[in-house]
């Protein structure tokens, strides 16, 4: 089964974000948090390997306020499921939360690189 949805991005934040800082700076600040995005992913998929739910929560968190910085909306809203699943102890809803905040953490990776390229 494939799973597809549109990703959600808040344009006015991103533009903004680009109009406050250069199109150079905001760039460097897209990598770097693409990078900080990667290293919370990556945290947060060993957390939930290991079923530390404080973690897993607190990795979300910051996820999902990374995502609202950023404009990223689909990426909020998919680490606020995973946080929310995580409280709710159901297993079977954390891992298919966790599926979809991969899926759009993949699909936000792109963005981000394409908004770099094309910022210079």
């Known amino acids: 089964m494939r799973q597809d949805e549109p990703l959600s991005v808040d344009s006015d934040r991103l533009a903004d974000l680009f109009v406050e800082l250069g199109e150079t700076r905001a760039a460097h ?30 990795l979300s968190g ?4 990374l995502g609202d910085s950023l404009g990223l909306l689909s990426l909020s809203v998919a680490a606020r499921g995973v946080s929310r699943a995580v409280q709710s102890g159901d297993q079977v809803a954390v891992a ?22 094309r910022s210079g």
């Not at 290293?39 to 079923?51: I, K, N, R």
């Not at 298919?96 to 770099?116: K, N």
């Open 29 to 58: 600040l897209m990598s770097l948090s693409v990078e900080r995005l990667e290293e919370l992913m990556v945290c947060l998929d060993l957390a939930s390997e290991q079923v530390r739910p404080g973690d897993c929560i607190d």
């Open 62 to 65: 910051q996820i999902r306020a």
């Open 96 to 117: 298919a939360t966790m599926a979809r905040l991969r899926r759009i953490a993949l699909r936000s990776f792109r963005i981000a690189a394409e908004l770099q390229h």
